[in-house]
């Protein structure tokens, strides 16, 4: 069956701490991986996409890395800021195409003042 | 630029009363069109997609239905909302690209 673990559940931090977020997956076949920041009642909004030959990708300070052979991700914030708080969702895509996504239920990141 | 709207924002309906949840793309053309629901702890649930003008695809089986009787325009329905139905609702849209673009979506609650 097609899965996307996440952990932890939940987090909480200082601002201005790292953190990283983990993700493991057992979808087949494999396109490629996202993740994904949800703000409380709004729309998920697309942070990195990664692909099988793909190991590591940044958007300013957050980096995914992905472990094709143990079907693991990460996603590593640095320098955590209040607006970090929010869902951090793991995708995995198992076609081309958007239909199949396995989408997995978050880590809620919460960053104290 | 591409925008995608979605109405009404949060909704509180009585069970067994019809829905109908609305969302527009402006800015682009011939988009591929998805309908998610995501309750409460879990992740996003694929319900509809349509690759084009009254094309709809349905991932689960339940009381709702999805037309798109325009380009740019999806439509979410249901005839007798049930208690289970409640939950965000979510509309996205993409150009055959993995890139995914979501609108602000809806809050059910049915009562």
């Known amino acids: 069956k097609n899965q996307v673990e996440q952990s932890p559940q939940s987090l909480i931090i200082l601002e201005g701490k790292n953190c990283t977020l983990q993700?493991?997956?057992?979808?087949?076949?494999?396109?490629?991986l996202r993740w994904y920041k949800q703000d409380t009642g709004r729309g998920p909004v697309s942070l990195t996409i990664?692909?099988?030959s793909e190991n590591t990708k940044s958007n300013g300070r957050y980096t995914a890395t992905l472990d094709a052979d143990t079907k693991q991700s990460s996603l590593h914030i640095t320098a955590s800021q209040l607006s970090d708080s929010a869902s951090y969702i793991c995708?995995?895509?198992?076609?081309?195409?958007?239909?199949?996504?396995?989408w997995g239920a978050g880590t809620k990141l919460i960053i104290k003042p | 630029s591409q925008t995608i709207h979605q109405w009404p924002a949060t909704l509180v309906q009585p069970v067994g009363s019809p829905l109908s949840l609305e969302c527009t793309v402006e800015?682009?053309?011939?988009?591929?069109l998805y309908w998610y629901r995501q309750a409460a702890g879990r992740g996003l649930q694929l319900l509809f997609y349509?690759?084009?003008?009254?094309?709809i695809s349905s991932e689960v089986p339940q009381n709702l239905s999805a037309s798109r009787p325009q380009d740019r325009q999806f439509i979410l329905s249901s005839k007798k909302l049930l208690l289970s139905d409640s939950g965000f609702y979510l509309c996205?849209?993409?150009?055959?690209?993995?890139?995914?673009?979501f609108g602000p979506g809806t809050r059910l609650t049915v009562t």
């Open positions: 800015g682009t053309s011939n988009p591929n």
């Open positions: 995708v995995v895509s198992a076609s081309r195409g958007n239909y199949q996504l396995i």
């Open positions: 349509s690759v084009g003008i009254g094309q």
């Open positions: 996205a849209w993409d150009t055959d690209s993995y890139e995914q673009y």
């Open positions: 993700c493991n997956y057992t979808v087949s076949p494999f396109s490629n």
């Open positions: 990664m692909t099988f």
